[in-house]
């Protein structure tokens, strides 16, 4: 498994991706999201520390990017300061549905993005 699942505080889910991301993987991350969503009674965020991804396999980068119609997910907020995983998180954030995946190269810039996120809803 190439996806770890921190805690989900404060409705923030915490998700450290490493390596290669396969169709397993993007399976479980869209299960566990989904029932994170469904089990919060305020919209969430998805944290996601994707500084450690080596690549995604295709048919997964698409079930990644279709799972941001996920209802109740305010933002996906990707942190990615390698350059390999920016372009693949890149090409996840085009072919997010609803736009709401916004990348990071830092976790500062990330979790200011993400305090205010939560302060506006």
Known sequence: MTIHFGLFEERVLHVEEHGAICIADAECYIRVVCEVAQSSDQPIVVYIDATQVTGFDPQAKLM??????TPNVLEYI?????PDSHGHSKSLSRHSTRGNTRLFQTHDEAMLRTHA????H
């Not at 990707?78 to 390698?82: A, D, E, G, K, L």
């Not at 996120?117 to 506006?120: G, Q």
């Open 64 to 69: 990644l990017a279709a799972s941001a119609r």
């Open 78 to 82: 990707v942190v990615t300061s390698n």
């Open 117 to 120: 996120l939560l302060a506006m």
